[in-house]
């Protein structure tokens, strides 16, 4: 049975939104073999598509970014641009997904259960301790029931091009390291607005509450927080270790990024413009992929040179008290979604 606090959780996480960032100035900044310009303004010869995310230009998704812009460039000579606007500076993870919807920003990533807002069912990759490493993960997203549900979104004005990867996500906290399932117990934890993964912190005893990414590190600094939960590379690009003393390898829950497109500007392209769109989308995705996976297998020595504990919980007792949360969303996805979910993951 689902307890009453789930339930008001559920029932209040579908109004949630996080705060507006302020707007940042922008500078040139080197990676690896490519090379982030800030468009100051539109061309009158050049279509301009705005492209807005949270992160900073050091994350896995903003260099999968920069490969997108340089293929849709390079196929179009120029013709079409992809403007990058990294930090949040065009607003959170909720309002860039808004803006999107509204026709007000053309292209965005984030996290698959920050569009669960709108598409419910598309955060469902995000169930607790669902993929033992990425592989099965990216099988999984690339299958025509992930494509089948990315459907649903373009009832909200957005199409699904390709999906970055953002890690798998692991606790941080300040005020005493992870170790067993207890130590979870009242935690004041930073999530994002994604329900599967507020839903599988409360039941492991947390206190979890949405907040906007890109204002995180001074939440945590003036102890709004003392606890978040991210991916290592996240973790590590953005220099939470700098408010955060532990580390604790949960893995909780895969988390897959949507790079959508409105659907309003999407309808207008000619069938070839599509076309280099989703090669160029493709070709981000991989590479988000492989520096995902490199990051996550790389980053975790970094992490402890930075002055993190790192701890390593037995994770059965954390999937035994997360067992229920699939049957917590049974009601919100469908008992036809959930059992074909089931029979996928089963296999």
Aim: aromatic share 8%.
């Amino acid at each position: 049975m689902v307890c009453k606090k789930s339930l008001i959780l559920l029932s209040c996480m579908m109004a949630l939104c996080l705060l507006f960032s302020c707007k940042k100035k922008n500078e040139n900044i080197e990676l690896s073999n490519y090379t982030y310009k800030p468009v100051v303004q539109d061309s009158d010869d050049a279509i301009m598509l705005h492209l807005g995310f949270s992160t900073n230009m050091e994350d896995p998704r903003a260099l999968a970014s920069l490969l997108f812009q340089k293929e849709v460039d390079e196929k179009t000579n120029g013709r079409i641009k992809i403007v990058i606007h990294p930090n949040g500076e065009l607003g959170s993870d909720s309002e860039l997904i808004e803006s999107v919807l509204n026709d007000t920003l053309d292209l965005t990533v984030s996290s698959a259960g920050n569009f669960g807002v709108y598409a419910t069912k598309l955060g469902i990759s995000a169930m607790p301790f669902l993929f033992s490493d990425f592989e099965s993960a990216w099988e999984f997203m690339d299958s025509p029931f992930i494509a089948k549900i990315n459907e649903s979104l373009a009832e909200y004005n957005m199409i699904v091009l390709s999906h970055y990867d953002n890690g798998f996500r692991c606790v941080t906290t300040t005020s005493r390291p992870v170790k067993s399932v207890s130590d979870m117990a009242g935690l004041n934890i930073r999530t994002p607005p994604n329900q599967i993964v507020m839903e599988t912190m409360l039941v492991l005893g947390a206190n979890p509450k949405p907040y906007a990414f890109n204002e995180l590190k001074e939440a945590l600094r003036s102890g709004l927080f003392d606890s978040q939960e991210n991916p290592i590379p996240v973790i590590y690009n953005s220099a939470l270790y700098e408010e955060q003393k532990y580390l604790s390898i949960t893995n909780h829950s895969y988390d897959a990024m949507p790079l959508v497109i409105r659907k309003s500007l999407w309808d207008k392209l000619s069938p070839a413009d599509r076309d280099v769109l989703l090669e160029a989308a493709k070709k981000a995705q991989d590479e988000d992929r492989r520096l995902v996976k490199e990051q996550t297998e790389s980053y975790v020595g970094k992490l402890k040179e930075k002055g993190m504990t790192i701890i390593y919980p037995d994770l059965e007792p954390f999937v035994d008290a997360t067992s229920g949360v699939i049957d917590t969303f049974s009601n919100v996805y469908g008992e036809d979604v959930i059992n074909e979910f089931r029979t996928i993951i089963e296999n």
